[in-house]
């Protein structure tokens, strides 16, 4: 029993380690990509002092100890960012993936259900393997 609870304390250790190291391998390869991500998004016309506005705003200036530790409360937190779009781009995307989600079948919904806060973009692309009627998958196999 002891032996097993050792075991189990020093993998958890281990996986612990080894998923701050990825944290870290990740956050250093997106800082360390070439070209100024401000400059990207907003287009080379832009002038210096709106770059350097939206770059202060989105904490690209901020000393790099607190990005990572911004970076790693956001993957604690679920939040992996996302693209900026406007209002009706989010709700005709929610009600694509909402109608994709009622097109399952019934055994497809339990799953859904009970996996969404944990695996999100492998139940979406469940929904959008599903966005195919039920039927017309099965005659064509």
């Known amino acids: 029993m002891l032996f097993a609870l050792d075991f189990f ?3 958890i250790a281990q996986g612990l380690v080894l998923v701050v190291l990825v944290a870290m391998l990740i956050f250093t390869l997106l800082r360390v990509v070439p070209g100024d ?5 907003l287009g080379p016309m ?5 770059a350097e ?10 000393p ?3 990005q990572f530790g911004r970076y ?5 937190t679920g939040d992996f960012g996302g693209v900026p779009s406007s209002e009706a781009h989010k709700a005709a995307a929610l ?5 994709a989600r009622l097109s399952m079948p019934p055994t497809a919904h ?7 806060p944990v695996c999100p973009t492998a139940c979406s692309l469940l929904a959008l393997h599903s966005s195919l009627p039920w039927e017309s998958r099965s005659r064509s196999a």
């Open 46 to 50: 832009v002038s210096a002092s709106v």
């Open 64 to 66: 790099i100890p607190v």
């Open 95 to 99: 009600a694509a993936r909402e109608a």
């Open 110 to 116: 339990r799953f859904w259900a009970s996996s969404q």
């Open 37 to 41: 991500p401000v400059r990207m998004m």
């Open 72 to 76: 790693v409360s956001q993957i604690l």
């Open 53 to 62: 506005q939206t770059a202060k705003e989105m904490g690209l200036r901020d």
């Open 9 to 11: 304390i020093r993998r």
